[in-house]
């Protein structure tokens, strides 16, 4: 038997306007170009993919289940440009074949700088999910995938408003330094065995890399000895982990199907037929599953012991996206140095009767929260800029210099701001 945990991962920045040294008005985000870029990958992909997908539940009357981790800050842009996509995630929502996982409501690094942050924004994004899709996740990933021993400790304690723990595990990078001889194919746990949700285990789910970038990277590319990849050959190799482990954890970027791969490629033939071929392969034994029903079904095998940080990026798989230059330090420092501050002033705001004062304090603490997504730290990485890689994708600067030097001049307005009386602010 192998379970697919079929797990998309969807994501856009609030991308900042272009802010030179000399400009001092409060409103940092470009949202024609945020408009754009939202409406065209609702185009390309979220529309038609989640369409296909809601079919494909249809079609196979259950047995094809899905997960996703949806950031607040693409469901802010959705809700504002292109809401039938969020319809059509209610939709499949309502099927009971879809899970929602936690995440940081603004895809942000606050688990390396902020602990206390970083509860704010699962809670944040907990609260939007159960507004949105009737789900509470009980399964957490972190921004990038990024993890480490200390991080799923703290997850593991993690309780909601009841006083219950909330997550029953979370889902991580599958390293090969790491792992050994073992496979991503079994659910593991932390050190130390912490328990979660319902006093159970605390699981870890390791993304199967080979197989999920066998989609998401190598579909398309004809000098790869595989290519064309179709659904039937797919199926085969997923079939292999039988006797191996239980699992095939295909973890991916949902920009996978029509932005990354263009639908000239065959990708959405190839997603049309993957149900099918998966289960032919071994009929009445291969099935998709949830995250949740994984952590549910199969106990931990063993300790997936993770010291220091780990990611899905890059073939480093460490934290080198956002932290491996001067700049990216400097302006991550900077940034978590205005939270106390902030709010401070949030709170000192409400015990304010000025309406403004409150409405200033609490845009001033939105947007520091829209400054600390990941994607702003991702444009400035130095990392292979001249190979033209996917930190270009949808980046809008011309090198890491200018993500940099604009980057900070919008911090140093926001710090102004900070030490000012109330003024116009930016919205939300």
């Not at 140093?412 to 009386?421: F, G, M, P, T």
Request: proline share 5%; hydrophobic share 35%; aromatic share 14%.
């Amino acid at each position: 038997m192998a379970s697919v945990v079929f797990y998309f991962q969807v994501h856009q920045p609030h991308r900042l306007r272009r802010y030179s040294v000399f400009d001092n008005d409060p409103f940092y985000f470009e949202d024609s170009k945020n408009a754009e870029i939202c409406r065209k990958v609702a185009d390309k992909c979220y529309r038609p993919t989640t369409s296909l997908i809601l079919d494909l539940v249809r079609r196979h009357k259950g047995n094809f289940r899905v997960s996703y981790a949806i950031t607040g800050t693409v469901l802010d842009q959705l809700e504002r440009w292109a809401p039938d996509i969020i319809a059509l995630f209610q939709d499949l929502s309502r099927t009971g074949c879809c899970e929602f996982v936690g995440e940081t409501y603004y895809h942000s690094l606050s688990a390396l700088y902020s602990r206390t942050e970083f509860n704010e924004q699962v809670e944040l994004h907990t609260k939007r999910i159960q507004s949105l899709f009737n789900q509470t996740p009980q399964v957490f990933r972190n921004t990038e995938l990024i993890y480490n021993n200390d991080l799923a400790w703290h997850v593991s304690q993690m309780k909601d408003e009841a006083g219950n723990r909330r997550f029953k595990g979370m889902l991580c990078e599958g390293v090969d330094r790491l792992l050994g001889f073992r496979k991503p194919s079994w659910v593991y746990q932390p050190p130390g065995k912490p328990t979660g949700r319902d006093g159970k285990p605390f699981g870890v789910l390791c993304k199967n890399y080979r197989l999920s970038d066998d989609i998401a990277f190598r579909f398309s590319n004809r000098g790869w000895s595989e290519w064309p990849l179709s659904a039937e050959k797919f199926a085969e190799w997923v079939h292999h982990i039988n006797g191996d482990g239980y699992l095939c954890n295909l973890f991916m970027d949902y920009e996978t199907f029509g932005e990354h791969q263009w639908a000239d490629t065959g990708i959405f033939q190839f997603l049309s037929k993957l149900p099918e071929a998966i289960f032919d392969a071994a009929p009445g034994q291969n099935h998709f599953i949830t995250p949740s029903q994984a952590l549910d079904q199969f106990p931990p095998v063993g300790e997936y012991d993770v010291h220091d940080y780990i990611s899905w990026a890059d073939t480093e798989r460490d934290l080198s996206a956002w932290r491996s230059n001067a700049m990216q330090w400097n302006a991550l420092e900077e940034l978590y140095k205005l939270e106390r501050p902030i709010k401070d002033r949030v709170a000192a705001s409400l015990r304010e009767a000025d309406p403004e004062e409150r409405e200033h304090a609490s845009h001033l603490l939105t947007d520091w929260r829209k400054l600390s997504t990941s994607d702003h730290f991702y444009y400035m990485c130095t990392k292979y800029f001249a190979d033209g890689d996917v930190h270009k994708y949808f980046n809008p600067y011309d090198s890491p210099y200018d993500s940099y030097i604009n980057f900070m001049n919008v911090l140093d307005n926001l710090r102004q701001r900070l030490a000012s009386a109330p003024a116009a602010a930016s919205p939300a």
